[in-house]
C-alpha cells in the first residue's frame, strides 16, 4: 500500500471567488486512502517532507527545526534543532561508500544564512557553514561528481565535508530559487525569470582547481521561474509566474515546445470565465509520467502531452485556492493539495469521441438542399481542435485539514500519510 504524508499549516491566502467546482459524495469507492494519524509535533507551518528510508521520514519548516518520524506507527524519533530561522531547503545526503559510518544523512538550510548536516541516527550536528551572505533556497547533490551546490544570491560548489570548492559571481539579490542537474557536468539554476546554464570543471592534471563556469542564459520566460524539472533523460520543463511552461532539450538546450495559453485552455464542460486573478495562471509545481507533464497552475491543473506537444486535459477550478503540489498515483490517477485545505485525487480519462459527420446523400443533396455549409462548419472544425481528448475526473477528497496543505510524500510499505502544522499520517 502507498502511505501519504501531507504538510501545511497555515491560513488560506486569499481564496479566489468560488467556482463550481467538481465534489463527490461520501461512498468515494475509488479512494483506498484514510486518515491513520495526526501527528503533532511542528510549531509553525509544516514546508518540507523527505523520505530517509522504508522505516523513516522527516518534517521541516518554518519553526526552524526537523522531525524525524518513524512512518509505520507515527512515533517521534528525533528533534533537530539548529537553526534559528525559517528551514529553506533540505536534501538527503547519502554517506560515502568509503566511510565505515553509514548512517543517514541530511543537509538543511535556513533563512538564518546556514547549512547544517544532520545524522538522523543519532541527532547529532555533524557541521554547520555560516559564510553564506544570503539565504540558501536550494539544495542539490551531484553524485556522480561527489559535491554538493547551494543556491542563494550566488551558487557554490561544496565537497562532502563542507570545504568550498568554487563559486560563481554574485547572480541576483533575489537568488537562485532552483536547481537541477543536466548531462555534461552541467546544472541549469532559474534565477528570476532566466534559467542559467553552469559547467563544473574537474580537478585535473594542469589544474587542481574545481571551477564552474557560466555557459548560456536562457531568457525565453517573461516572468520569475517558479518551477523547475527534469522530465526524462531528453528535456527539462520549467514554469513561470504567468503562466508559460516551457520544455527544454537536456543537450543543446533549445526549446522543444511551449505552452502560454494556460488560461485559455478549458474544459469545455466548465463555466467559461473571461476575467482571471494574476496568481490564476502561476505554475506551482510539475510531476510527470513517460508522456506526458502535470502542472498546477493557479487553482487548476493541466496535463500536457509531450508527444502531441498540447493539453489533453484540465481541471481550470480543481481547487477553489491556489494548488501547491501535485503527484502522481498508479492507474494514470493524481493527487493535489491546495491553499483552502483541501487534498483532491484525480484520475485521467479519455473522453467518447465524437461519431464522425455523414456525408448527405440522396434527392435532396443533387439540389444543393444536404449540403454542408463550409463556412458554418469551420468554427466546429476549430472547436474540436481546441477540445481537450481526455478529462481529468474526481474520485477522491480526504477531508481533515483546517488550513493550507503545502505538499505530501509517498511512502511506499504496508500503509498511507499526511500532514497540517502537525503531521497527518
Known sequence: MLRWLIGGGREPQ????????????????????TELLVLRAHRDIVRFLVQLDDCRFASAGDDGIVVVWNAQTGEKLLELSGHTQKITAIITFPPLEACEEKNQL???ASADKTVIVWDCDT????RKVSCFHSTVKCLTILQRLDVWLSGGSDLCVWNRRLALLCKTSHLSDTGVSALIEIPKNCVVAAV?????????????????EWNILEVKRLLDHQDNILSLVNVN?????????????????VSDWTVQACERNFCTQLDTQQEIKL???PNDISIHHFTWDEENVFAAVGRGLYVYNLQMKRVIACQKTAHDSSVLHIARLPNRQLISCSEDG??????????????????????FNMWGFGRVNKQASQPVKKQQENTTPCSLELIGDLIGHSSSVELFLGILQTDTLEEDSQVKQ
Open 14 to 33: 486569499g481564496l479566489a471567488e468560488k467556482s463550481p467546482l467538481q465534489t463527490i459524495g461520501e461512498e468515494q469507492t475509488q479512494n483506498p486512502y
Open 106 to 108: 541530511i543537509l538543511t
Open 123 to 126: 541527532g547529532r550536528q555533524v
Open 192 to 208: 528570476g525569470k532566466e534559467l542559467i546554464i553552469f559547467k563544473l570543471v574537474a580537478p585535473t592534471e594542469g589544474s587542481l
Open 233 to 249: 533523460d531528453l528535456s527539462f520543463v520549467s514554469g513561470s509566474h504567468v503562466g508559460e511552461l516551457i520544455i527544454w532539450d
Open 275 to 277: 476575467y482571471q486573478k
Open 342 to 363: 483541501s487534498v483532491r485525487i484525480w484520475e485521467l480519462r479519455e473522453k467518447q469521441q465524437l461519431a464522425a459527420e455523414p456525408v448527405p446523400t440522396g434527392f
